[in-house]
């Protein structure tokens, strides 16, 4: 079974420039997760997709990134300026949708590491 | 939000047992689950915990306290591998909150 795919997987850029990610999840993964970690930090959740639709998008900074799931698969997350704070690994990940205490358990890409100078 | 608290480092022999201890608030809780994650790699699961109790693995194994709001991650017959940072994450209200992570060195 092939795994969620990011790329790039490394990116440098300048403040006031513009980037995007890409993510493929794993094959019927309902659910899509963007996560930003910064160094020596956990992964904060930044967006989260069932199929299509946002469920939660609380901790986005919506006046520079988006992020967009057409067709319920795969997705990008865009900033737009960055900032130096920006830089960071951004990881994407999946799950299946399972109903009551069923696992949750959720499959996570390489990351992309975003460097901003 | 969860305010999650682990240990920032610890460091053990080989062979060796480990505890990371995990505590949390929250409300809404769904689960607790542990990752592994290797310096420049993505997280990877070890574990998942809704009920109270322990649950077991091969070499690791989970603990989980709904009351006391506390979960450990025991790590048996250490491995140079098992060198990594360990997250404690909760899910609550079906959304994931990562801790910031528990560097452990493995020694020979």
């Known amino acids: 079974e092939a795994g969620v795919a990011q790329s790039p997987r490394y990116k440098i850029i300048e403040k006031r420039q513009s980037v995007a990610f890409w993510c493929n999840p794993i094959?019927?993964?309902?659910?899509l997760y963007w996560y930003q970690q910064i160094l020596g930090q956990g992964p904060k959740l930044l967006i989260q997709?069932?199929?299509?639709?946002?469920?939660?998008d609380s901790q986005l900074p919506k006046d520079r990134f988006s992020a967009e799931r057409l067709k319920g698969v795969d997705s990008t997350l865009k900033i737009q300026p960055a900032k130096l704070e920006d830089s960071a690994v951004y990881l994407c990940?999946?799950?299946?949708?399972?109903?009551?205490?069923?696992?949750?358990?959720?499959?996570f890409g390489p990351g992309t590491r975003l460097t901003v100078t | 939000g969860q305010n999650i608290d682990q240990p920032t480092e610890m460091t053990a022999t080989e062979g060796a047992i480990v505890q990371i201890n995990c505590t949390y608030q929250?409300?809404?809780?769904?689960?607790l689950f542990w990752y592994q994650q290797h310096a420049g790699e993505a997280p990877t699961f070890l574990s998942y915990?809704?009920?109270?109790g322990l649950e077991e693995k091969g070499r690791f194994s989970s603990f989980l306290s709904r009351s006391k709001g506390y979960s450990y991650l025991l790590l048996k017959e250490l491995q140079m591998k098992d060198s990594a940072s360990y997250l404690c994450?909760?899910?609550?209200?079906?959304?994931?909150?990562f801790g910031a992570g528990t560097t452990v060195t493995v020694r020979a």
């Open positions: 990940a999946s799950s299946l949708v399972v109903f009551g205490l069923a696992h949750y358990e959720q499959y």
């Open positions: 094959s019927g993964h309902a659910t």
């Open positions: 997709f069932q199929n299509n639709g946002v469920v939660d």
């Open positions: 929250t409300s809404g809780f769904n689960g």
């Open positions: 915990n809704v009920l109270d």
């Open positions: 994450a909760v899910r609550a209200d079906y959304k994931l909150s």
